[in-house]
């Protein structure tokens, strides 16, 4: 009788602490990854929003929404990085340290080896063939970002996230329950950040010898109103050769255009965007590969110009994997229709080789934002998420191709076309605050956070610093034809080597080079390829002379000084990627940026020349005091000088996960305080 009493004493005894754990798990803050009383965050992205800019349009009403969260939240400006650029910034919002913990420092990295350049953020795998036929694994990417993202720690441990076209995202990474669609960084079917199409029948020899950035010119001939072409998409595995796409087009006598790509076929008149066209092709009997586009007509008579988006991987069945679970982009597909997948969204490289008009940019970055808001609300209406992070890049792209008309001592500025395209360059920013206020109204409530960020501010690019140049004028970089020089001579400016890569640079007698938006590095010994700087005391001197010397320059067309900081590698990156951070970084003052030429190892003749493109806005080398991101939040704020470094920590620490060690930045606000309108303990 005793002993069945004490079993049923102690069932009931077990089952009184399940009930406590149950109740513990619903009321209060359990272990790690409990959601922390049923709380939300919900984080909103908005790529380069520059707080000055923001802020006066708030000023002028024009922001109302994004006005209503700062007075009845709170506002910060939030440090970014060194350097203040996409792929940096958003790897150190991602893993919570500096470059020197996730070793992203440019878009471009480089060997040390050989001295050339390559893709900073990810690598891409072609697929694996079995006897060339039976694909064995997909093509992938592989991140080449160190350190842990936030999302993926706080996944780990129970946090269910809905994650959304994050920059450098991609590969998309594996979050348990929760669910992701990689942004910036998803190739095209070219392989490439973003490639272009332009067909056209009045194409000359002299463009089509030119060097296209970020695209292919098509010449294509007609034929009693017939044209036939080929787009250009992924490299077979096999034979080494881009696989080819038949394109075709009818030109009506109205000038109404019928367009034939695989089976599909739509009709557009000049002056409009068709509708998405899917396709397919085979790289293998075994092996298909399915993509979408979309073309602009510009004319059909007398002239035929046509202008054809990146190919990109069709969500509904993509070629390589784009989202977690792989699953997932096909569901977006069938609930908000095709959308564009290439992580470089809007077309910056044909505007800027004005093969699209500034109109028709704008109309497409309407209709692809349109689709990404689809996407947004279609998983923040699920509500099945603790943790949502969703981020736009309209607001960034368009500052870099337009601030041309937001600048009048720029270049290439016109009063009339500024007056005409103002309200285009505020539309982001506007849709920004209507999709803000769409969502405090719809999925804010006092148990959920919100924060709305950008990654970094911006200024204009009016004129271009080739630092190679410099570099070569000072004794620094030496290239074949400088040995006849006597010592103090001015280099001729035929002298100089035409095109990229450091043409004819001789190593053994160059001690700097530069490479990508604003990095300098030492010809060290031991590090480089043909290495002749010696560490220590050699290397620590020539930094300095090099730094000194920079922070000299002045522009000859105004007496401006060119350069405001120079950041040495070793004083300001810390971490397990330190040995990848160059020695030097360049922080540009308002107007200057590192030239497009150097970038790719160029030596122009000229030390500055007049930024004559239309990406006429840029951030990317620019000192980062200046080039603060936003923070706005429905909650008070503790910290006065927020760092995006800090947000990894905020989140983890919101939802009672410990942060990682690497993990540098703190929460910007406590925890226990209150939330959307209530900020009281």
């Not at 109404?256 to 008149?269: K, P, S």
């Not at 800027?352 to 008009?357: D, I, K, S, V």
């Not at 704008?362 to 949502?388: G, H, N, V």
């Not at 995006?644 to 540098?664: C, G, H, S």
């Amino acid at each position: 009788m005793n002993m069945e009493f004490s079993r049923r004493a102690h069932r009931i005894s077990n089952y009184l602490l399940v009930l406590c754990a149950l109740a513990l798990i619903g009321c209060g803050r359990g272990g790690p990854g409990d959601t922390g009383r049923g709380r939300k965050m919900i984080i909103l992205g908005f790529d380069g929003v520059d707080p000055t800019w923001m802020n006066k349009w708030i000023a002028e009403g024009k922001l109302p929404n994004l006005a209503k969260l700062k007075a009845q939240g709170d506002f910060r400006e939030l440090g970014s990085t060194i350097p203040p650029q996409s792929p940096v910034a958003w790897s150190s919002f991602a893993t919570g340290t500096n470059p020197g913990g996730h070793g992203i420092y440019d878009f471009v990295s480089r060997s040390p080896e050989n001295y050339t350049p390559g893709v900073a953020t990810m690598d891409l795998r072609p697929p694996r063939l079995l006897l060339g036929l039976l694909p064995t694994e997909k093509a992938h990417g592989e991140m080449t970002r160190g350190g842990t993202s936030f999302w993926k720690v706080a996944a780990d441990s129970g946090v269910r996230a809905s994650l959304l076209t994050i920059p450098y995202s991609f590969p998309p990474e594996n979050v348990g329950s929760g669910r992701m669609l990689s942004g910036l960084g998803v190739p095209d079917l070219r392989e490439t950040n973003s490639s272009f199409t332009y067909m056209a029948t009045d194409l000359t020899p002299e463009e089509m010898a030119q060097p296209v950035g970020g695209g292919r010119l098509v010449k294509v001939n007609q034929m009693q109103g017939e044209i036939g072409a080929f787009l250009e998409a992924t490299i077979n595995p096999k034979t080494g050769q881009r696989e080819k796409i038949p394109i075709n087009f009818s030109i009506q006598p109205d000038g109404l255009v019928e367009i034939r790509l695989d089976g599909n076929t739509v009709q557009i008149q000049p002056g409009q965007w068709s509708r998405w066209l899917p396709f397919h092709y085979n790289v293998t009997p075994l092996l298909k590969v399915s993509g979408i586009c979309r073309v602009h007509l510009f004319t059909s008579q007398p002239e035929f110009r046509i202008y054809i988006t990146p190919l990109c991987m069709d969500p509904s069945d993509p070629y390589m994997p784009i989202s977690y679970p792989e699953s997932f982009s096909r569901e977006l597909f069938e609930r908000v229709g095709y959308f564009k997948t290439v992580g470089w969204a809007y077309d910056t490289s044909a505007l800027n080789e004005e093969r699209l008009t500034d109109d028709a940019f704008l109309e497409d970055m309407k209709s692809i934002t349109a689709d990404r808001e689809k996407i947004f609300l279609s998983e923040l209406e699920r509500r099945d998420w603790d943790l949502f992070v969703g981020v736009f890049t309209a607001t960034d792209r368009v500052f870099h191709m337009f601030y041309r008309y937001l600048d009048p001592q720029h270049p290439l500025y016109d009063p009339v076309e500024a007056a005409k395209y103002e309200e285009g360059i505020l539309w982001p920013y506007q849709h920004m605050d209507r999709f803000v206020g769409m969502v405090m109204d719809q999925f804010v409530d006092a148990q959920t956070t919100l924060l709305v960020l950008s990654d970094h501010g911006f200024h204009s690019f009016r004129r271009g610093f080739h630092t190679n140049t410099w570099l070569a004028q000072h004794g620094y970089l030496f290239f074949k034809g400088m040995e006849k020089l006597a010592r103090g001579q001015q280099i001729p400016a035929d002298l100089y080597p035409k095109g990229e890569l450091f043409p004819k640079v001789v190593w053994s007698k160059t001690r700097a080079y530069a490479l990508g938006t604003g990095q300098i590095y030492i010809n060290l010994m031991g590090r480089e390829g043909q290495g002749v700087v010696r560490p220590g005391e050699e290397y620590n001197r020539l930094t300095a002379e090099i730094s000194a010397g920079l922070l000299e320059v002045r522009d000859p067309l105004n007496g401006l000084p060119v350069i405001k900081a120079v950041y040495k590698g070793k004083d300001v990156f810390k971490g397990s990627y330190k040995e990848k951070a160059p020695d030097l970084q360049l922080g540009f003052h308002e107007g200057y940026r590192t030239s497009k030429e150097t970038m790719l190892g160029g030596i122009p003749s000229e030390l500055l020349s007049n930024n004559l493109n239309k990406w006429s806005g840029d951030h990317a080398s620019s000192a980062v005091d200046e080039t603060s991101g936003i923070l706005l939040s429905n909650r008070k704020l503790l910290k006065e000088d927020p760092q995006i470094i800090d947000i990894a920590a905020t989140v983890l620490e919101y939802f009672n996960v410990p942060k990682l060690p690497e993990m540098e930045g703190s929460s910007v606000f406590q925890v226990s305080g209150g939330i959307a309108g209530q900020n009281r303990p």
